[in-house]
């Protein structure tokens, strides 16, 4: 995300927006004044003299820290004081509580809501306060005090530094991280993770290079990805690039400066050799920048910024969020990985279970038979005809799987007519194969179905129709294959004898037909009774992938 | 006659098998195509020789095979498999069926098997020897699993996350996170889907 112009002069610039909204005050008192004939009320030199002298204040200040983060956070509390010191003059020397100029101690409450937190916001709004009912009390009396616009405008003052102090408090829980949402959207699966968050990261703080290192296996050492110039490169680093756990630190490695936040919010500055690893920034090329901690649920490292046209002391908070997001990118990635992981390892085991129940078995029944025809002292025309059942079933399991192996090399998804097509040419050879009369229709056949079902389903049609013959006997099955919703939905009728042995015993059941089911999330319901049974089995359509 | 009873699921091999016993010492006195039904038909039927298959539903050959072993007039059994695991292999030469056979080998092999149990021998596939040791050999090297290991082990196998995992546990969900990668590296494997799938064997159970 890039963005340009004056919004991105602005942009993480709190200190630049204090210091413009300082000097335009600055100004617009001294214009005030200067135009209206009764102000200053009470002494005019002195109240001339602080105005310009702030407005030159406001100037230089605002020179001094534009592109300075350092100074900007060293002069942060001086400045502070100064504002409220000269608003408080400036207010009294303009009629006391009654002064037009009044509501300009928001700039005070607001820049302390800005660049600290609650607490700060809270102080400098008690300060104010009590200034302001020091002036009331020192004007009580006098002829020109009016109790009523005394306690409104007292009112206004509290419920502003209420609502200031909210925000401050609401700062510190706003996050900038974009959410799942947008990591979904922006990240290409194929890229590393590793160069995507870092990417990320120098997208949103503007940073022409960076690096993201994590601490390997051993602890000891650093490796990652270095992006300079738009280039990536792998980097390795032996030694922790910050010399203590922190968030975030903001260096200069030239000035000897490191500027990061002591636990009860404040600054800390720092020589830059106490608190980062100066020789091996200066190897990186790295003389100016921040570095934040990167954890993610397996990892931890670093992620550096450097040649930062815009670094500012707002990146103190921007920095720990951008290390966050690097972490949840990582993480991201690790999530889908073990996912797909999971799929394709769901997948292998399919592929090998149903090869194993088909081909292997297969292979394994028909050397039997070739063992039994070989021992046999059968007659020629009995030899011969086991030799044909056999040449038959040989050619029948080849088709079998011919259509397994063009099944795999689909894509990932193929029209349900397609697969009602081979549903049919299937339906023929097992009725070939156990002499029965086999159809198959479709109710509706303009859906997509993923290859993972067109398999379950030739597999449960295999074994719905040796179920119907071995256990029922029947001499007629009838298919039917269609889609409810958002599942596929198997119908097969016969008018065998249903699963009860037509010599009594125990109810047989459908337990492989079964079993398939449970695996593929689906469900199968059976209804059976002599000369007629009807089994219907459903399957999710989603999560079936290949 | 030896009368012989068939447990298979698969109909190809249960037909191929019907038709090698055909016309030979062997009686086919029933098929089953379940555990629980080659049970009921072994209780029903009283065979000398039962040829049962491994994978099954309703029961495994070796559920079958268990059961057997602490009846007393127990028929002797043939274990007829396409492929077993690990698990499997030790689990089978623990219960020591009087034959093993792969499906895969040549089919001559089954009948003079056959033909040694029937007479009073124990024979076993070269083949399934072979995997035996090596499935034993690999266990004796198999890394010793701390309590809280195996707890962890059993827990992914049975598809928990890792939150659900920490909570069972009552640790952090990074605790559970720690633990596991030192599981993968300990255990060999790369991920939790593997680990999962090897959580049987890992914990013999």
Same mark, same amino acid.
């Given at each position: ?38 102000? @200053? ?304 390892a769901r997948t292998r085991l399919s592929l090998a279970r149903d090869?194993?129940d ?43 799987? !011919? ?6 090399? !689909? ?41 993972r079902l067109?398999l379950d389903l030739?597999q449960l049609?295999?074994e ?5 013959? !071995? ?38 059941? @459908?337990w492989s037909l079964k079993e398939r089911v449970d695996r593929a999330h689906g469900s199968l ?12 089995i459903?399957l999710p359509?989603?999560g079936a992938?290949? | 006659?030896?009368?012989? #009873? ?45 040829? #049962?298959?491994?994978?099954?539903p ?50 001559? #092999? ?37 309590? $809280? ?7 992914? $196998?049975?598809g ?8 069972? #546990? ?36």
């Open positions: 995300m890039t963005v340009s112009g004056p919004q991105s002069m602005f942009k993480y610039q709190s200190g630049r927006v204090i210091a413009a909204g300082r000097v335009m005050l600055a100004f617009l008192f001294l214009l005030s004044i200067w135009l209206d004939q009764s102000q @200053p009320a009470q002494a005019p030199a002195q109240t001339y003299a602080l105005l310009l002298s702030y407005v030159l204040f406001a100037i230089g200040l605002a020179a001094l820290t534009w592109r300075n983060w350092w100074l900007d956070a060293r002069l942060a509390a001086p400045s502070h004081f100064i504002d409220m010191a000269v608003f408080t003059g400036i207010v009294f020397s303009t009629n006391g509580y009654t002064s037009p100029f009044f509501l300009f101690f928001i700039l005070p409450l607001l820049s302390a809501a800005i660049r600290w937190g609650w607490r700060e916001t809270t102080l400098t709004a008690t300060a104010l306060v009590l200034l302001y009912f020091a002036a009331g009390l020192l004007v009580a009396g006098t002829q020109s005090f009016e109790l009523q616009r005394f306690i409104v405008r007292s009112g206004h003052l509290v419920i502003l530094s209420a609502i200031l102090i909210w925000f401050g408090i609401h700062q510190q829980f706003a996050r900038l991280f974009f959410g799942l949402d947008e990591l979904d959207r922006r990240l290409a699966r194929d890229d590393d993770p590793i160069t995507q968050a870092l990417a990320f990261a120098m997208d949103e703080a503007r940073a022409g290079s960076g690096a993201l290192l994590l601490r390997s296996n051993d602890g000891q050492r650093f490796a990652g990805t270095r992006i300079t110039k738009g280039t990536a490169h792998p980097l390795k680093v032996a030694q922790p690039l910050m010399r203590e756990p922190l968030p975030v630190v903001l260096f200069d490695i030239e000035r000897d400066r490191t500027l990061s936040r002591r636990n009860d919010g404040w600054h800390r500055f720092l020589p830059a050799w106490k608190l980062v690893n100066a020789d091996a920034l200066r190897e990186l090329g790295a003389r100016e920048g921040l570095i934040s901690e990167v954890r993610s649920g397996t990892l931890q490292g670093c992620l550096l910024l450097w040649d930062m046209p815009d670094l500012s002391v707002d990146f103190l908070e921007l920095g720990r969020e951008l290390g966050r997001d690097a972490g949840a990118v990582i993480d991201h990635d690790a999530l889908l990985s073990a996912i797909e992981e999971g799929a394709a090869v194993h088909s081909v292997v078995q297969f292979l394994a029944g028909a050397a039997f038979r070739v063992e039994a025809i070989m021992r046999g002292s059968r007659a020629h025309k009995q030899l011969q005809s086991d030799l044909m059942e056999l040449k038959r079933l040989l050619i029948e399991e080849q088709g079998e799987i !011919r259509t397994f192996v063009s099944a795999l090399r !689909r894509d990932r998804e193929l029209e349900l007519a397609e697969a009602v097509e081979e549903l049919k040419s299937l339906a023929r050879r097992l009725g070939r194969q156990w002499s029965v009369e086999c159809r198959v229709d479709a109710t509706s056949d303009d859906a997509s179905i993923p290859i067109q030739q049609l295999r719905a129709v040796a179920n119907a013959v !071995r256990h029922g006997g029947a001499s007629r099955i009838d298919v039917d294959v269609g889609i409810d919703e958002d599942r596929l939905r198997l119908e097969v009728k016969d008018n065998g004898s249903g699963f009860l042995p037509a010599n009594g015993g125990t109810p047989v059941q @459908p319901s059976l209804f059976s009774e002599p000369g007629c049974t009807n089994l219907v459903t359509l989603a992938g290949a | 006659m030896t009368r012989v #009873l068939i447990a298979d699921d698969h109909p190809m091999i249960a037909a191929a098998l019907e038709m090698l016993l055909r016309g030979s010492d062997y009686e086919l006195v029933g098929r089953a195509r379940s555990g629980a039904e080659a049970l009921n038909q072994v209780q029903r039927l009283k065979p000398d020789l039962l040829l #049962l298959d491994v994978n099954m309703d029961g495994s050959g070796l559920d079958v095979l268990k059961q057997l072993r602490q009846s007393r007039r127990a028929p002797a059994t043939v274990l007829l498999t396409a492929g077993m695991d690990d698990v499997q292999l030790l689990t089978a030469s623990v219960l020591e069926p009087e034959g093993m056979v792969l499906k895969t080998s040549d089919p001559a #092999l089954l009948l003079e098997c056959m033909e040694q149990v029937r007479s009073g021998q124990h024979c076993i596939d070269p083949e399934i020897a072979e995997r035996i040791d090596k499935a034993k050999e690999k266990a004796a090297r198999a890394p010793s699993l701390t309590p $809280r290991e195996r707890e962890l082990i059993d827990l992914v $196998r049975q928990l996350r890792n939150r659900d995992i920490a909570a069972q #546990l009552g640790v952090t969900e990074g605790t559970v996170k720690v633990y596991l990668h030192a599981i993968f590296d300990k255990v060999g494997v790369d991920n939790r889907t593997e680990l999962a799938m090897r959580a049987g064997e890992l914990l013999g159970r």
